[in-house]
């Protein structure tokens, strides 16, 4: 990414180019999985799949997916693949974590209809599930996370969560990165887990948890902490639409008055009540 119009986005060029030099820092001919990571509203979805589909074609790429799609945005892309003769997505990339469970209400079911696989990031909620930011102890400022996820990070609401997690972890035997891990895996539509270690002794550790599976009560007493299909608080790196973002998108201007809605109880005029 860069910091020209071009040097990002989904558009047919921007992705050619991504792709292209992504091949010759690699020194390989082909990319496994390639996938869009933010959905970007400025670009059509029909332009973004075609490219793709180029590049499957060329042997270039051999599977597609996105990352954090609204659910909306999933199905449209489904649509467009099939009404145009496009190469369909094969996986979604979201963020899932026992303290954001959100996903559960609409991408997971969606996910799961149309068979993509899913490969959820952060499990470990930045760290706060790794077991060594409590409550009641300072992060030290130098901790990058705190500069692009500070939101999430310094939120009461989920180092309150992360306590009783804590807890429970303890009284079933289990360190709380393998609850957490465990609780992500155990959910049917997830294919795998994308965890970030920072050292070898991290990456052992959360390997020796990869196979953690938690019985139907300790996943019970996990909803009773945080309910399904609910966030305990935002996260600064989500995906928020424009419309939320740009007032401009969600106010009347004189440039839009020619579109603007009228009001009425039917296709046909109203006739008098009969004397």
Known sequence: MGSGPNQRGNSRRWIVSAVEGSLRRLGVDHIDLYQAHHPEPGTDIEETLGALTDLLRAGKVRAIGHS??????????????????????????????????????????????????????????????AGRLRKGRAETASDGRLHWARQHMTDERKHDAVEALAGLAEQAGLSLPHLALGFVTAHPTVTSALIGPRTPEQLDDLLAGAGTLLDDDLLDRIDEIVPPGTDVGPVDVAYVPPALTQPELRRR????????????????????PPS
């Open 68 to 129: 954090n799609l609204p659910a909306s945005d999933i199905v449209e892309a489904q649509w467009v693949a099939e009404q145009r003769g496009l190469a369909r997505f094969r996986t979604e990339q979201p963020h899932y974590s026992i303290l954001n469970r959100g996903i559960e209400r609409e991408i997971l079911p969606v996910c799961d209809r149309y068979g993509l696989g899913v490969l959820v990031w952060s499990p470990l909620a930045m760290g706060l599930l």
């Open 253 to 272: 201007t004189e440039t839009r008055a020619a579109r603007r809605p009228t009001l009425g109880l039917g296709q046909h005029p109203i006739q008098p």
